[in-house]
């Protein structure tokens, strides 16, 4: 039986190949000044929703939080989801082409997120309960200077994974309410330069860890 990953591994992307198709995203960097797209949220309401009070409300709320982010501050480009109604064809149409290439080479089906970060950008405390997958979650950063916050199910211990210029990648388990509470991946971020997002995950069956080691070893490999 496959070891589980937890919480939260760094891999360092050597592959060039899939590097190549990941610099396809920056085409929503490039663009960032479009005026037909929508920008959710407000910064304003940032410090709030990444802070201790909202994280502690969110994690007393147990089951009753169903996963999903209460408050971000993004742009949005994955489709079938209302808040890409929001967005022109041709930027739905280049999302459908480059994310169709990553599920190729990354072998999913499923895009979990694709979401664009101005500076002051975040998303709230969650837990992806709704979502229990083994993921990948890739992410560029302009200069550097935003995070990725989660909770240790085991230790309690709120950990920082500091954003790097470039694209960096993480892997990880986010467990369902159905599992051990310690497999609940509470988790945070927010950025002070542009940011883009973009997550893919497998699913639940022990199989899929398997899948997700081979891909990983894939994205390290040079």
């Known amino acids: 039986m496959h070891k589980k990953i937890n919480p939260m591994l760094d891999i360092p992307i050597n592959n060039t190949d899939i590097l190549e198709s990941l ?34 409300t969110i994690i007393s709320m147990g089951r009753k ?21 929001f967005m022109p064809s041709e930027t739905i149409q280049y999302y459908n082409t480059i994310n169709s290439e990553m599920q190729e080479k990354l072998c999913t089906k499923h895009n979990a997120l694709c979401v664009m970060y101005p500076p002051g950008g975040y998303i709230s405390w969650h837990n992806n309960a709704n979502a229990s997958a083994y993921n990948l979650v890739f992410t560029w950063s302009e ?6 916050k989660y909770i240790d199910g085991e230790t309690k211990e709120e950990i920082v994974m500091q954003d790097v210029s470039g694209w960096q990648c993480k892997a990880s388990y986010f467990g369902a309410y159905d599992e051990p509470a310690h497999k609940l991946v509470y988790h945070t971020a927010s950025t002070d330069c542009w940011r883009i997002t973009v997550s893919y995950i497998f699913n639940r069956e022990e199989l899929s860890l398997g899948i997700q080691e081979d891909v990983i070893e894939e994205i390290k490999s040079k």
């Not at 200069?143 to 990725?148: E, L, Q, V, W």
């Open 65 to 85: 939080h169903d996963g999903f982010p209460e408050s971000g501050h993004y742009y949005n480009f994955k489709p079938q989801n209302e808040t890409t109604s």
């Open 23 to 56: 610099n396809k995203f920056l085409w929503f960097y490039d663009n960032k000044n479009n005026s037909d797209w929508k920008l959710w949220g407000r910064s304003k309401d940032r410090k709030h929703f990444i802070g201790d009070s909202h994280k502690e």
């Open 143 to 148: 200069t550097g200077n935003g995070y990725f």
